[in-house]
Structure formats: structure tokens, C-alpha cells
């Protein structure tokens, strides 16, 4: 078995390669090749959980290209925040397809990051209007930051205001992107100036409750919420929801946990028809998100579990073509 360290990961994964793996798993799964379960939910203690994610993708008949199978332990604790450790945790077994053999054990804190930022990429890809500049970003987090540098492999970003809890962090963030992206990227304390002037929205944070007002989004406006994944907790309000054609990195997932789109339709604003496709069918051609420049668009993502996969083959294929990593028995 090869083991992939943090580290590792960060040498052989890059935001445009594992949005091209991506759209490739979401062409799989629209032909009917991919088997992904709802992931698994175990309650610990008073705020504790595990979630288990298996997934499966099969070659096409005389294909050689090689199948997939694989599953990801996350652990989330909310309350490590305040013991200084990280709050979600995950480790990834990859499996040879054909035997079942564990090929490769993947840390996936980091893979986790990048695959959300680079689906929320590959799906502003076919949401947002293509000449889109400027983004807000709500949130300061690790996961905040991979958003932002996946949306700027894809679009020319000029410009992006952050905003956060802590102006302090907010600042540091916003000075450290700026620097990494070579964007001009200021904080701010008004989230209805902000949306009212993004091209792009995204959302990554772990508010309970939303962060802005729908009706100060602009026309032609995408927006990506990928922080909420209960069903209790949303980061976009009703309006929001109302206003936009919704897309989903999965329906079934989705439509068991997302707050965002549970909470509108408990509410009776949308029916169930409001969402217009998951992100497969954008991928493969068979349903449109945006039809006009007018569109409002919205993203919501819960994590599905074919992107870990599709993120592990991809690093685990690298890896061994570079000889990165380390090779144990067990």
C-alpha cells in the first residue's frame, strides 16, 4: 500500500488537474458507470460525527482505462476549534477495482479542500456568465481559501472582497490571497454592497444562519454555498433559494441534508422541481443551468463522494508515476 502524506498530496495536485478528473467522474456518473451511496452518519458524543463515503466507477466495456473504488473516513468536531485543533479530519483508502486490494492510504483533510473548491469550479464553469471578475467570499477558512484559488484557475478574477467574523483574520487572509493570486482582494463589513457587486458569490464558512440577503444579489449573479451540510443549518436565505436556478453536486445527498434547500422547501417558496439538475447532467450536456445573462445561479454542495475518488486516482496515479510516497506492507 502507498501512503500519501499531506505533503505528497500538495506536489502532485493541482486546482485545473483535479477539475479536469472531476468533470471526467461526472461524465462517468451521467453514462451510468458510477455506484455512490448516501454517505453514512454516526452521531458522537454531544457534537461529534463520522462520515463514511464510498464510492465506485466502472471502465467502459473495452475501455482501457481502469475502474475505481474507494471510501473516505471524515471526522467532525466542532469544538476543536477551541482545543486548536482542526475541526473536520479524514483519512482515504483507495482500492484496486478488480481485486479489491487497498492500493493507496491518502490524507484527505487537504484532498477534501481541493476537490470541493475544484467541484465548485467545474460548476461555476456552466453557472457563472463567462466574463465574471469580481467575487465575494464568505469565510476565512482553509476550505475558504481553496474556493478562491479553483474559481481563479477558471476565471480571470480582478477583484474580490472576504468577509469574516474576525477583521483581524480577515485581513490576514485577504493580504495572503492577494499575494498568492496576484488579485486585488480587500475585506468587508457590508455583505449586501458586497453581493451586490460580485459576478461570483461563494460561501464556505460554518454559519448556521445566512449570511446575506437574497434580494441584494444582482442579476447574473452565481452563487456557491459549499460550508452548510445539515439539515438544520443554511448559509443562503429563502430569497436566495427563490430567486436562482439551483443545481446540486448530487440530488439524493442534497435533498437529504442541505439546509439551504430543505428549510425553502419545508416553507413551501420553491417544490422540488426548483432544482434543475446536478452537476453530472451539466457536465454531460443534458440539462442547461444558466439560459440568460440574467440568470441567478446557485451551487449547493454538500460532498459526494465520487469526487474523493475521483481526487485519489488522480493522486495516486501521479504519485506513482513520480515516485512520491511511501510504500508499507500491512
Given amino acids: 500500500m502507498l501512503v500519501l502524506t499531506r505533503a505528497d498530496l500538495e506536489r502532485v495536485l493541482a486546482p485545473r488537474d483535479v477539475i479536469d478528473a472531476l468533470a471526467e467522474a461526472f461524465r462517468r456518473q451521467a453514462a451510468g458507470r458510477t455506484s455512490v451511496p448516501q454517505r453514512g452518519v454516526l452521531p458522537v458524543g454531544d457534537d461529534g460525527m463520522l462520515l ?4 465506485m466507477s466502472r471502465p467502459a466495456p473495452g475501455a482501457r482505462e481502469a475502474g475505481g473504488l474507494g471510501a473516505k473516513l471524515v471526522t467532525y468536531y466542532p469544538r476543536n476549534r477551541e482545543r486548536g485543533r482542526p475541526t473536520h479530519l479524514a483519512s482515504y483508502v483507495l482500492m484496486d477495482h478488480a481485486t479489491g486490494e487497498p492500493l493507496a492510504l491518502l490524507e484527505a483533510s487537504f484532498m477534501t479542500a481541493l476537490r470541493t473548491g475544484a467541484t465548485s469550479a467545474l460548476a461555476a464553469k456552466h453557472l ?3 466574463d465574471s471578475r469580481s467575487l465575494a467570499c464568505f469565510g476565512t477558512s482553509v476550505q475558504a481559501g481553496w ?3 479553483c474559481l481563479a484557475a477558471v476565471f480571470p478574477l480582478e477583484h474580490a472582497v472576504v468577509l469574516g467574523r474576525d477583521q483581524e483574520r480577515a485581513r490576514a487572509f485577504a493580504a495572503a490571497m492577494a499575494r498568492e493570486l496576484g488579485v ?6 457590508d455583505p449586501g454592497a458586497a453581493v451586490g457587486a460580485a459576478d461570483i458569490v461563494t460561501c464556505a464558512t460554518t454559519s448556521p444562519t445566512p449570511l446575506f440577503a437574497g434580494a441584494d444579489l444582482r442579476p447574473g449573479t452565481h452563487v456557491d454555498a459549499v460550508g452548510a451540510f445539515r439539515p438544520a443549518e443554511r448559509e443562503v ?7 436562482a436556478r439551483v443545481v446540486v453536486d448530487a440530488y439524493a445527498a442534497s435533498l437529504a441534508e442541505a439546509g439551504d434547500l430543505l428549510i425553502p422547501l419545508a416553507e413551501g417558496a ?3 422541481e426548483h432544482v434543475v439538475a446536478e452537476l453530472a447532467e451539466l457536465v454531460a450536456g443534458a440539462r442547461r443551468g444558466r439560459t440568460s445573462v440574467s440568470d441567478v445561479t446557485l451551487f449547493k454542495s454538500v460532498g459526494f463522494a465520487l469526487e474523493d475518488l475521483a481526487t485519489a486516482t488522480l493522486a495516486y496515479n501521479r504519485a506513482k508515476e513520480r515516485a512520491i510516497g511511501v510504500e508499507v506492507a500491512l
Fill in 52 to 55: 463514511v463515503m464510498p464510492a
Fill in 128 to 130: 457563472a456568465r463567462p
Fill in 147 to 149: 474556493q478562491l484559488r
Fill in 184 to 189: 486585488a482582494v480587500e475585506t468587508g463589513r
Fill in 237 to 243: 436565505d429563502t430569497e436566495t433559494v427563490r430567486r
Fill in 270 to 272: 420553491i417544490a422540488r
